[in-house]
């Protein structure tokens, strides 16, 4: 009898690993969970976990970023469609994590397919976090970056960064960043300079890592604008506009590279002059 | 005083030798050094993931242990017969039932002692700082594990299985966890009268009071008065449970 328990186990316990590969092979090596919340309001979480909120909040946190990252690495259609109630969960749990507001707002608020392009939702959860944290100016920075860099609304941006600036422990720049978008309306400079307080105050992770890709992106339109007004020139000297963006080095106008800052080659449309970050570049972003 | 003691030291070496205080001590231990693997996925929450996980692991298994051990430690010297020719000595019933209680307690002060130091081992391993604070948390989650025994013993010595007794005892736990809800029922239900709202909160355990956890865990301190409000709370209500228990165990015919 137990050399035949033996003799099934010898056999027996080689096949899991098999299977698994077998399985593996079949379906992908990795491969976005098939997402499930059976519980979508933080009050009715909060009710099963009495006296251990805090550990539940990390729990929600750490599948908030699994679900996060599962979705955008291996998910086709990339919908996020969990993302929201599971912040909402997990700010409900834990209303002092910090972290959750900020990291689930450039989650929800960044276009695919970095994000689930949803701003006025990660508007809504630095607004939620703001009101409950109220002595964070790092939640009303972000919650007026984004007004200015998501919803392109300046006044709204300067009142909030204003709000900011008054409390205790902000920075000093905050006050003259809102008083220059209130003078200017907001330009690309204002932009760079709040992705690049965002780059500094991130440690390394999704947070910089998307601050960094922010700046290439603005770094490449500076140089695409830069290029275009070289395409103007050019006409204007020439007496019309050059059919290929190589022509500016014949001209002997630009000796650089015609690429942006991913590598990528610039697109141009000789119809109207204007030179573009490429849709083929990660850095591409719908206008 | 010596007999309570020797009851009390007998209770900690029978408990001990108890399989399920190992197991749950292990699972504790486990959920706390979970925190360095579940820290690294967290993104810049480690340190507060391994507080939270550790804290909540002693609360939680120290109820447990404090439930199955403390259920068991009258009805099974009533099961067994062995608590008649104890009775037969020169030891009162009284004597026995503090001595058993002092016995639990003295098992629970030493694992939560363990799962302490496992979980300040965890964080040094992490490179964190020893935080002195979560004593804070720690202290308070004893005295509410001092409650569960109590109810534990009195609910092993009022029914009549262990099983009983043991939902009874985690009845109390759940329902003193809730005690917020009960506070505010009548904002969901209006219908109810303030007087059984009131009575309802003054008389259940209010275990929210030992719950420290989390502001610890964000570095908040925790008030020297607070906590010794919360020591008087404790005092008094094991007090009046182990009193009740005692009256019960004393009218209990054994025949």
Known sequence: ?287 | MIRILSVAANTFRETVRERVLYNLVFFALLMTLSGLLLGQLSIRQDEKIIKDLGLAAMDLFGTLIAVFIGVGLVSKEIERRSLYPLLAKPLTRGEFFIGKFAGLVFTLFVNLGLMTAGLYVTLVATGRRPDPLLLAAVYPIFLGLLLVVAFAMLFSTVSSSSALASVFTVGTVVAGRFTDVIRNMREVAPGVPPWLVDGLYAILPNFRNFDFKDRVAYGDPVGAGVLAWVTVYAAVYVTVVVALGLAAFRSRDFQ
Do not use: C
Request: net charge positive.
């Open chain 1, 1 to 287: 009898m137990t050399r035949r328990l033996a003799l099934l186990l010898l056999v027996l316990a080689p096949a899991i690993p098999w299977s698994q590969a077998q399985l593996d092979r079949h379906a992908g090596r990795y491969r976005a969970q098939e997402e499930v919340l059976y519980l979508w309001s933080g009050q009715q979480v909060k009710r099963l976990f009495p006296g251990f909120e805090g550990v539940g909040a990390d729990l929600y946190w750490l599948r908030t970023v699994q679900y996060f990252g599962g979705e955008r690495l291996f998910a086709r259609a990339k919908r996020f469609e969990l993302l929201r109630p599971l912040i909402d969960i997990t700010t409900t749990l834990d209303p002092r994590l910090e972290i959750a507001y900020r990291y689930g707002a450039v989650f929800l608020s960044e276009g695919p397919p970095v994000g689930a392009g949803r701003p006025l939702e990660g508007i809504e959860v630095l607004a939620e976090g703001a009101r409950r944290l109220p002595h964070s100016w790092r939640l009303r920075q972000d919650l007026g970056f984004f007004h200015y860099l998501f919803l392109s609304d300046a006044a709204r941006a300067a009142a909030i960064l204003d709000e900011a600036a008054a409390l205790p422990g902000a920075p000093f720049w905050l006050r003259t960043l809102a008083a220059d978008l209130l003078a200017r309306g907001g330009n690309r400079a204002d932009a760079r300079q709040m992705w690049k307080q965002m780059f500094d105050q991130a440690e390394e992770g999704i947070l910089k890592e998307n601050a960094r890709l922010r700046l290439r992106i603005l770094d490449s339109q500076d140089r695409a604008d830069y290029l275009t007004a070289l395409v103007a020139q050019l006409g204007r000297r020439v007496g019309r506009r050059p059919d290929r963006l190589d022509e500016l080095r014949t001209a002997g106008l630009w000796r650089g590279p015609l690429k942006d800052s991913e590598g990528v080659r610039f697109g141009y449309d000789a119809s109207s002059g204007r030179v573009s970050i490429s849709r083929e570049s990660p850095l591409w972003r719908p206008e």
